[in-house]
């Protein structure tokens, strides 16, 4: 058995990076019929047939995995928004920033374009919160040492909607990737879906980086359900005051005695990320992507 990583699928071929280089395979046909689809990402045991294409025989445990991006595996997701054109709607990152948190996922909040707009109420926003927020520009190079440090030795993947960058952001990173970009329509404020499969790209050392597709403002299809009971822990500024509410089983929306709706009226908590929380409670239980807001 030959152990690799997949790097790429594309067309029902998965290239698998082993130690003796890159094997191109089929998987077998038993993970069609119990729903497990191999992804970028997966650690896979592969064997060789007559002809010499390779074949994945076993999936390894994964650590995580997302739907959309279609990865496994990630320790660091790179939430890329902008503040101009298109602008990202912070709605979108307090979306992502609970899907990484179920899936046991640091996220990174990386807003470029920084040369256009320094996007100061995002970053004072999410920075308040406790992310980590770094301004880059792919275009000047700001940031970018910045950033390849905070994901040294990280299985990554970019993430956010189409038009802020991500392709640009992993040319400056890995030259050699030539991920295709294209101009945002200045009409519409938005990008053109230019990735359009998963790739998985190495800086070197255990630094590796998926460039995923784009998507549209609300168009996620990332995860399956999030309990409502479970949603507050994903808020990481609600932590320090879960449990210290008058009633053990208080859902933080309009409860006497809260202390999650008390830090928001003293400011400890911002008004934004609350309506977020707000909103995604009224569709957990069922899966996120459902909603069309």
Do not use: W
């Not at 909607?161 to 890995?174: E, M, Q, T």
């Not at 030539?178 to 359009?196: C, F, P, Q």
């Not at 998926?210 to 995860?223: C, E, H, I, K, R």
């Not at 949603?231 to 008058?246: K, N, T, V, Y």
């Amino acid at each position: 058995m030959i152990r690799g990583r997949i790097i790429k699928v594309l067309s029902g071929f998965y290239t698998v990076q082993t130690e003796e280089g890159a094997l191109v395979c089929k998987a077998r046909g038993r993970f069609r019929l119990d729903g497990t689809s191999p992804l970028v990402g997966d650690l896979v045991l592969c064997s060789t047939e007559e002809d010499g294409q390779g074949r994945i025989d076993s999936i390894e445990p994964r650590r995580n995995r997302f739907v959309r991006p279609a990865v496994a595996n990630i320790d660091t997701l790179i939430f890329v928004a902008s503040g101009v054109n298109p602008v990202t709607d912070p709605f979108l990152i307090d979306r992502v920033s609970v899907i990484a948190a179920e899936a046991g996922c640091e996220l990174l909040l990386c807003i470029n374009k920084a040369d256009l707009d320094p996007a100061d109420t995002l970053y004072e926003l999410y920075s308040k919160a406790g992310f980590r927020v770094l301004r880059t520009s792919a275009l000047t190079g700001e940031g970018l040492s910045e950033l390849r440090e905070e994901i040294d030795g990280r299985l990554c993947a970019f993430t956010g909607n189409s038009g802020v960058g991500k392709s640009s952001l992993l040319n400056r990173l890995i030259p050699e990737a030539d991920a295709k970009t294209a101009e945002v329509s200045e009409k519409l404020g938005r990008g053109k879906h230019t990735t359009r499969h998963v790739e998985l790209f190495s800086l070197g050392e255990g630094t590796c980086i998926a460039d995923t597709p784009g998507f549209a403002s609300f168009d996620l299809d990332m995860m399956p359900v999030i309990a409502k009971d479970a949603l507050a822990e994903d808020f990481i500024e609600f932590r320090p005051f879960l449990g210290r509410c008058s009633f053990r089983d208080c859902a933080h929306l309009a409860e006497p005695g809260c202390a999650v709706t008390q830090a928001v009226e003293a400011g400890k908590i911002s008004a934004s990320r609350y309506h977020s929380y707000t909103r995604l409670y009224e569709i957990c239980d069922r899966p996120l992507y459902e909603t069309r807001r």
